[in-house]
């Protein structure tokens, strides 16, 4: 796995923001001109309760080389709770993923504001730098 | 043990359940020759009382059939199913005062001449909860009689292997998957009507017979069990690909427990652990912590 990966490849991943901190979060990054890798493909949704697990699953097992998850802080989300539930939906969903022999590095959690455009750029740039030391998912899509 | 008297203890219960009215129907099972081990059945005249039987090869778990029926049930449920049944209680599915447990004392059964799958951690003989009590010796009390879970220690398994050592244990059991979907019919915490994998109007749930589909099925049906799933092993027992997931689960029952200290189909009472939450919960492996 690690022979072919070079510092010029960029991963894919798969980023899920909740619309009310994190995308908002990641947009003033945006407007800040903060600059960040090119490496994840944002899927807004209305909340981190929102998240399917299947979503991520299906993304890994279709051959994502990453997932990161980013809600409102736990006692912010718009829906009270919502962030409450998926913490712990997240927690066992590491733990099985990790079971099945999938890198915990290759998916993340993490809580970003509206305000928090710096912290949204740490938390890509880490991301990619985990994934890109891992190499490419040979998991799913192929047989 | 005395499987003929708890057998005729049983068949004693069901007609005496059957001909006072307490219940409408009796589920147990009855032998089978065709697959050489008894099958469920549900009856619901006293004469055919006669048909059920309890032997070592009883391992099949029928609570499921509790899903599937109305009224008011008798079962008779050794302790695997009884912890299926507390889970279906906390999960308001049942009824408490629609269901009678016979209780059936269970030394651990026996499937194809060895132990069945999951009797190998197998906490006690002795339902968790019963409206009735059948002891190993067919007698209205449990014999003691202790069980020593000695399965696989799953945590301790994936602290000392490497990912692709993991990787090669999940596809080699994935491969052997023909997406039969066996496995979420014989268990008692699948009861959804309409199942994820069959709702292929979504077109992202795509259902085609290759790998990231087998992957997306389990992973996403591991998700569903976690905090659910008693490891009955029904699943397991049932598959004829002899596909054997049942570390994955196992890995989510020691994590539950380790990290929120719950254990399933103890408490019909308790609040299902991933419909709850504290402030405090763990973030271990959460970025930054
Ligand atoms: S019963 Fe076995 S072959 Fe059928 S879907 Fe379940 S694991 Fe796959
Ligand atoms: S796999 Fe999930 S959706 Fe399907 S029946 Fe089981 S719990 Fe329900
Ligand atoms: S609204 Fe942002 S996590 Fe719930």
């Known amino acids: 796995m690690s022979e072919n990966v070079n510092t010029e490849w960029t991963p894919r991943i798969v980023t899920f923001l909740c619309n009310w901190c994190s995308y908002a979060g990641a947009d003033l990054a945006g407007t800040s001109r903060l600059q960040y890798p090119p490496s994840i493909r944002v899927i807004r949704v209305p909340c981190s309760g929102r998240i399917n697990p299947q979503y991520i699953i299906k993304a890994i097992a279709d051959g994502a080389d990453g997932v990161l998850v980013s809600g409102c802080h736990p006692g912010d989300c718009h829906y009270l709770a919502g962030n409450m539930y998926a913490r712990r939906r997240f927690a066992v969903l590491k733990r099985l993923l990790t079971l099945a022999g999938i890198n915990s590095d290759r998916v993340h959690f993490t809580w970003v504001s509206a305000s928090e455009a710096e912290s949204f750029v740490r938390a890509v740039k880490e991301v990619t730098e985990k994934v890109r030391a891992l190499g490419p998912n040979d998991l799913g899509g192929m047989e | ?289």
């Open chain 2, 1 to 289: 043990m005395d499987y003929t008297a708890q057998t005729n203890a049983l068949r004693a219960a069901a007609d005496k359940l059957l001909s006072e009215g307490t219940v409408d129907c009796v589920i147990g099972l009855t032998p089978n020759e065709a697959v050489g081990f008894p099958t469920p059945i549900v009856i619901r005249n006293p004469e055919d009382a006669g048909k059920l039987v309890w032997d070592e090869n009883c391992f099949t778990n029928i609570a499921v059939y509790l899903l599937r029926t109305t009224g008011r049930r008798a079962i008779a449920a050794k302790a695997c199913d009884v912890r299926s049944i507390i889970n279906l209680l906390a999960e308001n599915q049942l009824k408490r005062d629609e269901i009678y447990i016979i209780g059936m004392q269970c030394p651990g059964m026996i499937k194809d001449g060895e132990p069945a799958p999951g009797c190998d951690q197998c906490p006690s003989s002795v339902p968790g909860i019963s409206d009735l009590t059948i002891g190993s010796d067919g007698s209205d009390t449990y014999q003691d009689e202790k069980m020593e879970p000695h399965g696989e220690n799953v945590t301790e398994w994936m602290e000392n292997s490497t990912d692709a050592e993991k990787k090669e244990r999940f596809l080699k059991e994935i491969d052997k998957c023909i997406l039969c979907f066996t496995c979420r019919q014989a268990c008692p915490a699948c009861y959804c009507t309409a199942c994820f994998i069959d709702r292929k109007a979504d077109p992202w749930r795509q259902i085609d017979a290759d790998r990231a589909t087998k992957i997306a099925f389990h992973l996403t049906r591991a998700m569903h069990l976690a905090g659910r799933c008693t490891d009955c092993c029904a699943c397991e027992k049932v598959c004829a690909s002899g596909v054997n997931l049942r570390y994955l689960y196992r890995g989510i029952i020691e994590f539950v427990s380790d990290t929120y200290g719950f254990t399933t189909g103890v408490d019909p009472d308790a609040r299902p652990v991933m419909n709850s939450f504290t402030s405090e919960d763990s973030e271990t492996g959460f970025l930054g912590r």
